[in-house]
C-alpha cells in the first residue's frame, strides 16, 4: 500500500504510473491516450477520476508534486499547463531523480516572457512581427498615439490567454496599455507590454516535441480563440480546434527550419536545452510562417484533437523523446473539438451550473472535461471552458456535424459554444502550401 496523503491504495507492481500536472481537458486529453498505466492526476477533474486517481495537490506547488511523485514511486511526471513549468517543476523533479516530461524553467521563459522570445527570435532571425517592449506605461501611451496602422499589445508574463488585445485604433490601444499597465488587470504580467504589428494570415498550432536535437512534429492543429462564430467577440483561451491542418509537407520542413531549430539553437548558445513539447503559434502568410507566440506544453484544447491521433506507446514517446524513431499519427479523417463554456466566459465565468445529458451521448464521441466536479454527487461546472466534445469522422464536416450534436445533447445552464469550428476548412482552403 502506498499513501495518498492520508489515504492508501494499491500500488499494482507491473502497471507503470503515470502522474499528470493539471485538471483540463488537455490532461483528461493526455490521460485517455496511456495505455496500461496507473493515472494519477493533480488536480484532475471529474473528467479524470474515471481515468485514475485524483490527487488532491494544486498544480501550482511544485515542491509537493515532487515530493508526492517521490514517494508514490512515479514512472513519469507529465505537466499539462504553463505555470508550474514556469515555476520550475521540472527542475525540482529532476533534483528528485523523477522522470518528467517538461522544459525546465529556463527552457520556459519561451512562453513566460514574451520580451525574452522576441529577442531571442529577432537574434536568431526567426520571422516575426516587429515589436516595441515598454516598462513604462507614458512611453508605451505615446509610441501608440503616434502610430497609424493596427496594433497588438501584449502583457510580457503569463496572463492565462487574457494578455493580449488586438487594437484596431490608436483609442483602443490605449485603452489596453492603460488595463494591462495601469490597472494591472492581469496582475505583474503587465508590468512590461509588448507592442507589435499585426500580421495577417491563418494561424495554425504547430507541436513539436523536442528532446535536444531530436524533433517530433505532431499533426498540424488550428485553433479558434475567438469567442463567438465568425471571428468576433474577444480572445479566450481556445473555443475549439481542428487536427490535421492539411497545408502541404514543405510548410512543416520550412516551419522546422526556419522557426524551430534558430530557435533552439538560440536557446543552446545560452546554455538552455529544451526538453518536452514546444507550441508555436504561427501566421501563415502566402506559404512563410510567421512566429506569433511560443507556448511550451500542449495547447488546449489542441491536445484533444492532437494527442488521440497519435500511434505508438505514449509513455516512451514522453519519457524518452530521443529514443523513439518517428512519431506516427493518423493522416485520414479528421478530429474536431468544440468547447462548452459556461455564461460569462471569458470575462466573469459562472460555476457550479448542473450537467446533465452526458450519457446520451453517440458512444463515438470523447468528452474530455475541462472545468468540472462533483458536488452533492451531482456533476458541475467549476470553471469558464467545462467540457471540450471531440468527434473523429472521415471529413471536417461530418466531425463538426457530431461534435455539434453533442454539444447540443449536453446540457447546462448558461452553455454557449462555437458552431463554426472548421467550417473554413470545408471550402477546401487547408490544401495549401
Ligand atoms: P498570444 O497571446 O501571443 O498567444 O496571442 C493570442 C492571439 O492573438 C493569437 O493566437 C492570434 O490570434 C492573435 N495575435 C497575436 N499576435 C498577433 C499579431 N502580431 N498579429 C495578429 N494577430 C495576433
Ligand atoms: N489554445 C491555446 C493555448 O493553449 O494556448
Redesign the pocket.
Known amino acids: 500500500m502506498a499513501r495518498l496523503l492520508g489515504m492508501s491504495y494499491q500500488v499494482s507492481p507491473m502497471r507503470r504510473r503515470v502522474l499528470i500536472v493539471g485538471g483540463g481537458a488537455r490532461e483528461h486529453a493526455l490521460g485517455a491516450s496511456f495505455s496500461d498505466a496507473e493515472l494519477f492526476f493533480a488536480p484532475g477533474n471529474a473528467g479524470t477520476a474515471a481515468l485514475g486517481t485524483n490527487v488532491p495537490l494544486r498544480a501550482g506547488d511544485p515542491l509537493g508534486i515532487a515530493a508526492w511523485a517521490r514517494e508514490n514511486r512515479v514512472d513519469l511526471v507529465v505537466v499539462g499547463p504553463e505555470a508550474p513549468l514556469a515555476m520550475g517543476i521540472i527542475d525540482h523533479l529532476s533534483l528528485h531523480g523523477i522522470s518528467a516530461f517538461g522544459p525546465s524553467a529556463r527552457a520556459a521563459l519561451l512562453e513566460a516572457s ?1 520580451s525574452f522570445t522576441k529577442r531571442l527570435a529577432k537574434r536568431a532571425g526567426v520571422p516575426t ?1 516587429d515589436a516595441e517592449v515598454f516598462d513604462d506605461a507614458n512611453a508605451a501611451v505615446e509610441y501608440v498615439r503616434a502610430a497609424s496602422r493596427p496594433l ?1 499589445i ?1 502583457a510580457d508574463g503569463l496572463a492565462g ?1 487574457k ?2 488585445i ?1 487594437a484596431s485604433g490608436a483609442q483602443e490601444a490605449v485603452a489596453a496599455i492603460q488595463a494591462l499597465m495601469i490597472e494591472r488587470v492581469v496582475g505583474d504580467a503587465g508590468k512590461c507590454v509588448l507592442v ?5 494570415g491563418e ?1 495554425i498550432s504547430f507541436h513539436v516535441i523536442v528532446d535536444g536535437d531530436t524533433l517530433h512534429p505532431l499533426p498540424i492543429a488550428r ?1 479558434y ?1 475567438r469567442l463567438r462564430d465568425g471571428d468576433l467577440g474577444p ?1 479566450t483561451g481556445g473555443m475549439g480546434a481542428v487536427a490535421p491542418i492539411d497545408m502541404g509537407e514543405p510548410l512543416s520542413g520550412r516551419i522546422l527550419e526556419k522557426i524551430i531549430a534558430p530557435t533552439l539553437r538560440e536557446l543552446q548558445r545560452e546554455g538552455i536545452v529544451f526538453r518536452g513539447v514546444l507550441y508555436a ?1 504561427l ?1 501563415i502568410s502566402r506559404g512563410e510562417p510567421s512566429l ?2 511560443f507556448n511550451v506544453r500542449f495547447g488546449d484544447p489542441e491536445a484533444s484533437v492532437i494527442v488521440p491521433r497519435l500511434s505508438g506507446d505514449l509513455f516512451e514517446l514522453l519519457r524518452s523523446p530521443s529514443s523513439i524513431r518517428d512519431v506516427r499519427a493518423r493522416s485520414s479523417g479528421a478530429s474536431l473539438a468544440v468547447v462548452l463554456a459556461t455564461s460569462g466566459y471569458p470575462s466573469a465565468a459562472e460555476t457550479g451550473a448542473a450537467i446533465s445529458g452526458m450519457g446520451d451521448v453517440a458512444n463515438s464521441i470523447s468528452v474530455h472535461h475541462a472545468n468540472t466536479e462533483v458536488a452533492d454527487g451531482a456533476l458541475v461546472t467549476s470553471g469558464g471552458r467545462a467540457l471540450v466534445v471531440v468527434a473523429n469522422e472521415d471529413t471536417v464536416a461530418l466531425a463538426r456535424e457530431s461534435a455539434l450534436a453533442a454539444a447540443h445533447t449536453i446540457q447546462f445552464l448558461g452553455k454557449h459554444y462555437r458552431t463554426d469550428i472548421g467550417k473554413e476548412l470545408e471550402l477546401g482552403t487547408e490544401k495549401r502550401s
Request: cysteine-free.
Open positions: 514574451k512581427a497588438v501584449k490567454g494578455g493580449t488586438l507589435e504589428e499585426t500580421l495577417a494561424e485553433d480563440k480572445n503559434g501566421m506569433l507566440e
